[in-house]
Nanobody
Framework: QLQLVETGGGLVQPGGSLRLSCAASGDTLYYYAIGWFRQAPGKEREGVSCISSKDGNTRYADSVKGRFTISRDNAKNTVYLQMNSLKPEDTAVYYC???????????????????WGQGTQVTVSS
């Protein structure tokens, strides 16, 4: 059974950077597309980015395009989300999720993913 653990969250000032990690155990991430989602207080969970299992193709929500970068290191069984130029509206709990699929595309949709981590808090504030 695949298990995911997010780390790297914290408090950062506006304009700062953080790198989130999503480490997998119980199976190899090679077979999975990975998505990052976030949920701010009082709001619905929303998609941020995803990376396909095959070829590592990526997609981003418009709100983070040009600021966030998703990447994967299959040898380390880990996916990363590099977040730059952070804004207060990026404050949320960030979750990674996995969908088993050897496909050259990914979908930023909550219902597509079967496995979820517990989340890590990101707070952007001065």
């Amino acid at each position: 059974q695949l298990q995911l653990v997010e780390t790297g969250g914290g408090l950062v000032q506006p304009g700062g950077s953080l790198r989130l990690s999503c480490a997998a155990s119980g199976d190899t991430l090679y077979y999975y597309a990975i998505g990052w989602f976030r949920q701010a207080p009082g709001k619905e969970r929303e998609g941020v980015s995803c990376i396909s299992s095959k070829d590592g193709n990526t997609r981003y929500a418009d709100s983070v395009k040009g600021r966030f970068t998703i990447s994967r290191d299959n040898a380390k069984n880990t996916v990363y989300l590099q977040m730059n130029s952070l804004k207060p509206e990026d404050t949320a709990v960030y979750y990674c999720a996995a969908h088993r699929s050897l496909w050259s595309a990914c979908v930023i949709s909550i219902g597509w993913y079967e496995h979820w981590g517990q989340g890590t808090q990101v707070t952007v504030s001065s």
